[in-house]
């Protein structure tokens, strides 16, 4: 397959999906950090939001394939090489990359971010 071909294997997920699925879970860590960790309106808030997602997004990527968010939107992340459950190194990567936003929202012909492309993973429909 040339590189500028559509991989037929995997059909692209539409960019709204995926950023539901991350406010989704962005909102859930959200509500678990002023729910258990800090007062709305702390200025430690958005370290504290940011530190409950990361650690949410990697756990449930790394040991279901998909994130609450995903779930709900009917999406699962999978390997790309053979579709199969993600590995936790796959995950720890693909989650490192995803925070740091810009991976995640530059794309390729495929609909992957870069994030995507070096954790070896593809986020695709469930239904």
Known sequence: MASLEIDPRYPRVSQGRRMMGVLIDWLMSYAIAIGFFV????????????????????????????????????????RFSDGGMP????????TALL?????????????????????NTVLVKTR
């Open 39 to 78: 007062e709305f309106g702390e200025p430690s808030m958005g370290a504290v939001v940011f530190l409950i997602f990361t650690g949410q997004y990697l756990i449930f990527a790394a040991l279901g394939g998909a994130t609450p968010g995903h779930r709900i939107m009917g999406l699962k992340i999978v």
């Open 99 to 119: 925070v740091l936003i810009i991976t995640a929202i530059t794309f390729d012909q495929n609909g992957r971010g870069i994030n995507e492309r070096l954790s």
């Open 87 to 94: 590995t936790p190194m796959q995950a720890l990567i693909r």
